[in-house]
């Protein structure tokens, strides 16, 4: 148990310090996040989800499970999503910032090092798969959602997909590997996507933290507990249904992917809502103070929800 307490502190450790940089920066300083939030979506990003995807090493079988699995918890998550925020009153924009928080997980900074410790390597190779699926819905599917809670949808929404270039980046990615085009992980152009992709993570934090200062914390939270209820005790629930019914042939697999469906809210729907929404309120509240209290809750949260959870699936009681 002393272990798995320490991963936790090294994984949530990190995040936790550099988005409280940020906080204690934004409490002294004047910073606007916006211009820090297009660097990440225009440029660092896509060089993060470029280089990921070109250098890892995706086995074809468990893609192909990977994908299905990623798909249909995302289905799943949101049309409870509407469900829950409809029954409880929600409008747009709060709508589509509860379906963000729902249907994307921290799989990446917090997903990779925790399923690393818990199930080694073939824990680590399939958090970084499940994030490389992810990272084609969220600046797909995710810049969708996020152009509708500023008002836009139907063609107009989807059309602003194309102007974000983290899509191209996945496209990329692909096809380099299709045609055996990717440089050598040490040539120049691959390490300096990796040093500009890397820069992302902490900037991304550091923007959780600026915007954390900026939030009515009280109005925020006391509308945030449905989505940090479905993100935090469904959302596990369901990634169990959904690997019971797809039948991974190697367990560890199974058990990871339930893990990476039960982390907290990620941080890039936070990035997404600023870029589309920035300034947009419901019920007094900025729908990025609403994100990012989702991500604070769910982010502490998940030391005991995920700790229950690795005893759980470890014992091999449920899969």
């Not at 993060?48 to 990977?66: D, N, Y």
């Not at 190697?250 to 990620?266: D, G, I, Q």
Request: proline share 5%; glycine share 8%; charged share 10%.
């Amino acid at each position: 148990m002393a272990d798995l307490l320490g991963i936790f502190a090294s994984a949530i450790g990190p995040i936790v310090t550099i988005a409280g940089v940020g906080y204690v920066l934004a409490t002294v300083k004047q910073i606007d996040p916006e211009p820090l939030n297009t660097a990440v979506v225009y440029v660092l990003a896509p060089a993060l989800v470029f280089h990921s995807l070109a250098v890892t090493e995706l086995a074809a079988a468990t893609l192909a499970r990977v994908t299905v699995g990623v798909v249909l918890f995302t289905a799943a998550m949101w049309g409870l999503a509407e469900l829950t925020g409809r029954a409880t009153g929600e409008r747009e924009p709060a709508l589509s910032a509860l379906v963000l928080v729902a249907i994307f997980t921290n799989s990446g900074n917090l997903g990779i090092p925790v399923s690393d410790f818990a199930f080694g390597d073939v824990g680590r190779e399939t958090a970084v798969l499940y994030l490389s699926i992810q990272s084609v819905l969220m600046y797909t599917l995710g810049v969708y959602i996020a152009s509708r809670s500023s008002g836009s949808a139907g063609l107009e929404g989807v059309r602003r997909v194309f102007y974000i270039p983290l899509a191209y980046a996945v496209v990329a990615a692909l096809v380099a590997r299709a045609l055996d085009l990717v440089p050598p992980a040490d040539a120049a152009a691959m390490e300096t996507l990796q040093l500009v992709g890397d820069a992302s993570i902490p900037l991304m934090l550091l923007i959780l933290g600026i915007q954390l200062a900026r939030t009515d914390t009280a109005s925020a939270v006391s509308r945030a507990w449905s989505a940090t209820a479905l993100k935090m005790v469904v959302a596990p629930l369901i990634g169990l249904g959904i690997a019971l019914l797809i039948g991974f042939e190697n367990p560890t697999v199974a058990r990871v992917f339930v893990l990476e469906t039960a982390m907290p809210a990620a941080v890039t729907p936070l990035i997404l809502v600023i870029e589309f929404a920035g300034g947009v309120r419901s019920e007094g509240v900025l729908v990025s103070e609403y994100v990012s209290t989702c991500v604070f809750l769910t982010t502490l949260l998940a030391i005991p929800v995920l700790t229950v959870l690795i005893a759980v699936l470890q014992s091999g009681v449920v899969l």
